[in-house]
């Protein structure tokens, strides 16, 4: 059915509904309700149509958001979700936990002119979700089988699903979402080799031995550290082993380090260190967790906190304390740590990258309680010719592996990089992107090869 767009002018921007705080703080459940169909439509139907759409200019996947919206609008979903998901692999992760506000919305026309932007992300999963109910979404293992693809995928972990799985919260991401996305590639004839370490299980070398080609998708898992006194004290933790052994519990694993209280914010005085969207992850799950209070240190202030401002915003309901502007001096205790000596700051002149540099205000130090410290101030790609027993492996100065961009090949032959341990410590849409771009490049090497080979012969 024909459905008129431009709606915004008449309809009221809705997001489906949060879950009340004091009820979605006791349990990891994803924080927003469902879109009903109606509203899904209805909230399509605001979309204007641009003839030059900016929300798809500044989605990394360039997704023909337009259409799927007006396709939505109609009522017509299965068409919507056949567009949506010919550009992305998950739109139903994506939809969930892309920070929208810096992506598609934030540069959606409609929101540019005070009308509050289309819900796309919201309705990116509505249509995905719907997909999957309605057993839209198949497994392509025949596909597979005739274009002639074997693949394997070597995981150092003991479960698949990377970050999904273990890095990002059930509030943001279900597990079912992602365990979902596992069965239906295991479905499709993808082999998953867990707890499965290149360098010790098996060199690079033997691997490519055994393959056409390999692509190392391997992510960046270093945690950046922070270089102050008292830095060694007990119970200063990085973020990415308090998010693991929140989520495994959650799956149900026996934690030790969680079961014996280390790594559970239950009761106590907690500090996050870092603005970005990791640390976001880290203030609310201890919220969940029933810390006593939750403190989120960050250098600059809220206009330039990396991570989402949408979730900033979800961790001050929740009842995050913020303290802008400050940054760590000094961790202080007899064994374990007790308190953070912090310095206040203020922002200077723009340093390299433009922005504002944070300058330490003279005798401003202030001490704080803590009982569990949590470093959430980035990631560092691991020295992977080490790991991997390859130092032939080329990297950049900052640990990252060099590819050709064009090819995305790494200086070894039939050896291809993507994703952040590329680009550096990124989005999960990117690495999306970085996967799908991949793929094509392994696709016209193995070609290449294939005719080379067939010419010789
Ligand atoms: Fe927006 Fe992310 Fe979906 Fe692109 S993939 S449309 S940026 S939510
Ligand atoms: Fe629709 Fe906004 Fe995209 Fe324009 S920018 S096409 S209004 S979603």
Redesign the pocket.
Known sequence: MKKEMLQ?IKLNQQTPNKRKTDKRKDDFNEIYNEFINEKAKEQSS?????GV????IHCPLSNN??DW?KLTAEGRIKEAYEISQSTNNMPEVCGRICPQDRL?EG?????QSGHG??T?GSIEKYITDTAWEQGWIKACAEELRKLGYQITIYDRYDRPGGLLIYGIPNFKLEKFVVERRTKLLKDSGIKFIQNFEVGKDKTLDQLREEHDTVLIATGVYKAREIKIPGQDLKNIYPAMDFLTASNKKGLGDKVDLFDNGTLNAEGKNVIVIGGGDTAMDCVRTAVRQKAKSVKCLYRRDRENMPGSAREVGNAIEEGVEFIWLTSPKRFLGKDKVEEVEINKMVLGEPDSSGRKKPVIQKGSEVKLSADLIIKSLGFDPENLPKLFNANELAVSKWGTIKIDLKTMQTNLDGVFAAGDIVRGASLVVWAIRDGRDAAIQIEKYLNNKAEKTFQAA
């Open positions: 915004f605001r979309c204007s149509q641009c759409p900016f929300c798809q958001i337009p919206l598609c540069n959606c026309v409609i929101e932007t289309v796309i």
